[in-house]
Nanobody, 130 residues
Framework: QVQLVESGGGSVQAGGSLRLSCAVS????????MGWFRQAPGKEREGVAV????????AYADSVKGRFTISQDSAKYNLYLEMNSLSPEDTAMYYC???????????????????????WGQGTQVTVSS
């Protein structure tokens, strides 16, 4: 059984930075994918960034490209999301998610479909004030 626990959320002013962490317990194959999703009040959950655990391939939503960076530690027990130049539009609950079976070595063509991810953390709140 895979468990995901997020941390690192908080309140920050516009232009600031935060680093989210996701602690991974349980076994995930090297062909798995992991990602960060977010959901703002009254909006649908959206994909932010994903990474292929084995190949290291990454993908980002257009809204965060150049500002956010997804990474994992070498042992692959932790997933990170470095968020820079934050704006109020980034305010949301951020979730870590795992998809055990991705394409071998690379991300799927549509990596941000949330219902293809089997495991989810409880979320960590990010609030950006103007």
């Amino acid at each position: 059984q895979v468990q995901l626990v997020e941390s690192g959320g908080g309140s920050v002013q516009a232009g600031g930075s935060l680093r989210l962490s996701c602690a991974v317990s349980g076994y995930l194959y090297s062909r798995s994918c992991m990602g960060w999703f977010r959901q703002a009040p009254g909006k649908e959950r959206e994909g932010v960034a994903v990474i292929h655990r084995g190949g290291g391939d990454t993908a980002y939503a257009d809204s965060v490209k150049g500002r956010f960076t997804i990474s994992q530690d070498s042992a692959k027990y932790n997933l990170y999301l470095e968020m820079n130049s934050l704006s109020p539009e980034d305010t949301a609950m951020y979730y870590c998610a795992a998809r055990p079976y991705c394409n071998p070595g690379r991300l799927p063509a549509s990596p941000f479909i949330s219902n293809t991810y089997d495991y989810w953390g409880q979320g960590t709140q990010v609030t950006v004030s103007s």
